[in-house]
């Protein structure tokens, strides 16, 4: 008899296993086949419709077959079914403690159902509460019971519970929410991660071996856009593993002051090397490496590098409508927009913050190139690295130039435009610059760009002639006059050729160079002066502001700078 005193079971001779309504004194189902059999009940609670619920589970062991059924009694179906050994006991204790039978409201503590087997062993018989869900006309509310089970496995991180939970939900938008749930839990992990795209990728996945299948153009709205989104995790993720890699990575750090360093900075800048070694010079790059003042913003170590949930969640992977077909494999991704400051730095650390290096530069490219992330918020998350970093010396200088160019590259379309127009790629990165109150950062990376851009005009031009030239046959002779032609007219010393964009950027570099004497000042203590270095905490948009169409305001603003000194 069960623990509610609703139901029985009887058994016969016959094999059969008759279930009583014992309030109504009728038969209300039967099972054949069952010779010898042992019956117990297990009441099991659980959560449904936000109120407690009690379901009744009937176990029926039929010890010739060697098999154990869990049943809903009335007129539900099997809902599981396991291989025992035979000649086995299942033992159904329905008392508790003596007198607390009739006393309404107790439950039983004690083992209601155990199963023997013939070498000795005990075991308990548990059923997971969302079997009483598993009709045709209830997956949804099994699955959901099954994404609250997740989260409580979620809590105590059992990874395997989690993927075994999350492999039984069979409707894609409980499925969604549940990686929703994960991406959202400070308790996501790399292995789990890789887990859950490993099951869910197969079924929703967008790749071209996928859409090789039948079956995956029969797949809904809702759907296609889950399957994007577990795209743009697992490129997320890839390039998660291999920044984790590159900061692992201990490698000696070149010295700034080799040749070859100051020659592929001096490509970069488009400078010659006697021009990059004044502008080191003047702008003190290596001063604090020779005195050995090498500090450099530093997190404690569970902090050096962003959890993966934390990077995660710093980018949008859900996008309401399809990514159309780009040309490349992999699918944008856009960083939202309400990061916190904090989180952004940190962000910026894990990006740009390894030791660099040619391979470390090379690896860094090609994964960035993959992940699909657009590079436009790279570029502003890699200046706001290089504009919050100390002193930098060659190296830190060469790297973020490299970083520049390879975001640039990848945004080339965006980037170039007619000579008489101005580029809005450029015109962010010079908004910032002009903002910063770090003149020496914001004046070398305004170098930067500018070579960067004088590239990528010189390299689109000689595209153009090497164009004309399959189109018209031309001499070798009259075809390298072009290309002298075309570097005299890219040069950053001819007026008359520059691009707007190049005369945008000499001014600004003119703006920000006129700033360097007084961050030098600045930093500069007299031998009774106060210990304390002073901040200069000017920018050219802050002169420009407050000294619009008065010179003297400006002027102004420059003597208290030195006053204050």
């Given amino acids: 008899m069960s623990s509610s005193r609703r ?34 009940w ?40 396991f291989n025992v050994p035979k000649q086995s006991k299942l033992i159904y204790t329905p008392h508790t403690l003596l007198g607390a039978n009739s006393m309404r409201g107790v439950r039983c503590k004690v083992f209601p159902v155990i199963f023997i087997t013939p070498d000795g062993t005990m075991s308990e018989v548990n059923i997971p509460f969302h079997l009483a869900l598993g009709g045709k006309t209830s997956k949804r509310a099994r699955d959901l019971h099954l994404l609250k089970t997740l989260k409580s ?21 409980v499925r969604k929410q549940a990686v929703l749930t994960l991406i959202l839990s400070q308790h996501l992990t790399v292995s789990l991660l890789h887990g859950l795209l490993d099951l869910f990728l197969p079924i929703y996945g967008v790749e071209e071996e996928v859409e090789a299948r039948e079956d995956i153009h029969t797949l809904d709205h809702e759907s296609r856009l889950f399957g994007q989104q577990l795209v743009r995790l697992r490129q997320l993720l890839d390039l998660y593993l291999v920044l984790s ?15 070859v360093l100051v020659e592929d900075l001096a490509k970069i800048l488009v400078l010659t090397p006697k021009e990059v070694i004044n502008v080191i010079t003047t702008c003190g790059c290596n001063d604090h490496f020779k ?18 949930g934390s990077f995660i969640r710093c980018w949008d992977v859900s996008v309401g409508v399809l990514a159309r077909d780009t040309g490349t494999s992999a699918l944008p991704v856009d960083l939202k927009g309400d990061i916190q400051v904090e989180k952004k730095i940190r962000l910026g650390e894990l990006l740009y913050g390894w030791q660099w290096h040619r391979e470390s530069i090379r690896k860094f490219h090609q ?64 908004d910032k610059l002009v903002a910063s109150e770090q003149p020496f950062h914001a004046y070398m990376a305004a170098l930067l760009c500018r070579g960067v851009h004088a590239t990528l005009e010189t390299k689109a031009h000689l595209n153009w002639e090497d164009d004309n030239a399959k189109t018209v046959k031309i001499g070798k002779e009259d075809k390298e006059g072009c290309i002298q032609a075309t570097a005299k007219f890219m040069s950053l010393n001819d007026w008359e050729g520059l691009s707007m964009e190049m005369v945008e950027w000499n001014l600004v570099l003119w703006q920000l160079g006129c700033l360097l004497p007084l961050n030098r000042l600045s930093s500069c203590l007299p031998s009774n002066g106060p210990e304390k270095k002073l901040k200069l905490e000017v920018s050219v948009k802050n002169l420009l502001d407050k000294g619009k169409g008065k010179d003297q305001n400006q002027i102004n603003i420059v003597k208290g700078i030195v006053l204050t000194w």
């Avoid at 504009?387 to 060659?394: G, I, R, V, W």
């Fill in 291 to 308: 005195t050995g003042n090498t500090k450099k913003v530093k997190f404690s170590d569970g902090d050096l590098v962003l959890s993966v």
């Fill in 367 to 430: 994964v960035v190139e993959k992940s699909g992330v657009i590079p436009e918020s790279l570029l502003h998350l890699a200046l706001e690295h290089w504009l919050q970093s100390p002193s930098p010396d060659t190296v830190a200088t060469l790297h973020f130039g490299m970083v520049v160019h390879i975001l640039s590259s990848l945004a080339e379309k965006k980037i170039l435009c007619d000579v008489s127009e101005q580029s809005a790629w450029w015109i962010a990165v010079r």
């Fill in 245 to 259: 890699k590159l900061h692992a990575a201990r490698e000696a750090s070149p010295d700034p002051e080799d040749d």
């Fill in 7 to 40: 139901l029985a079971t009887i058994t016969d001779d016959l094999g059969r296993v008759t279930l009583l309504d014992v309030q109504k004194g009728i038969a209300v189902r039967m099972w054949k086949g069952y010779r010898d059999a042992d019956c117990g």
């Fill in 153 to 173: 496995h979620l809590k105590g991180g059992n990874e395997e519970m989690m993927l075994t939970v999350m492999s039984e939900i069979k409707t894609m938008t």
């Fill in 42 to 81: 297990v009441e099991v609670e659980g959560e449904w419709g936000g109120t407690k619920r009690w379901v009744t589970f009937l176990l029926i062991y039929a010890p010739r077959r060697g098999l154990l059924e869990v049943w809903m009694p009335q007129q539900g179906p099997r809902v599981a079914a």
